[in-house]
């Protein structure tokens, strides 16, 4: 079982950028699913979660507002669409899913399946 992310890349400060995360080997219908991202010399941190059902949704403060997470499960894909992006946004992003189907908190030992993260660089 993978959890592929992509889209990350060099984006300027106020920009946007579109993150995927495309499961294979098992469909992720029944799981909750968050974005997590790691900054080099820092904790990895929670970004944002999606319960199975897209019906509901949580934020880091540091990005709400910015950030949308979404997902469709007819394609078995995750999605985070980054706006107004700062420098700080900076970090390897991961996405991860919970075997929790309603579970949308940020504590990764919760998330039991995780992707090799995408690069996001924002400049200013």
Known sequence: VQLQASGGGLVQAGGSLRLSCAPSGRTF????????????GKEREFVA????????TNYADSVKGRFTISRDN?????????????????????????????????DSR???????GTQVTVSS
């Not at 219908?29 to 080099?40: K, T």
């Not at 979660?49 to 509901?56: C, E, H, L, Q, T």
């Not at 894909?77 to 992003?93: C, N, R």
């Open 29 to 40: 219908g029944n799981y909750a699913m968050g974005w997590f991202r790691q900054a080099p």
């Open 49 to 56: 979660a999606i319960k199975w059902s897209g019906a509901a």
């Open 74 to 106: 007819a394609k078995n894909a995750l999605y985070l669409q980054m706006s107004s992006l700062k420098p700080e946004d900076t970090a390897v992003y991961y996405c991860a899913a919970s075997y929790s189907s309603a579970y949308i908190g940020g």
């Open 110 to 116: 919760q998330y039991h399946y995780w992707g090799q």
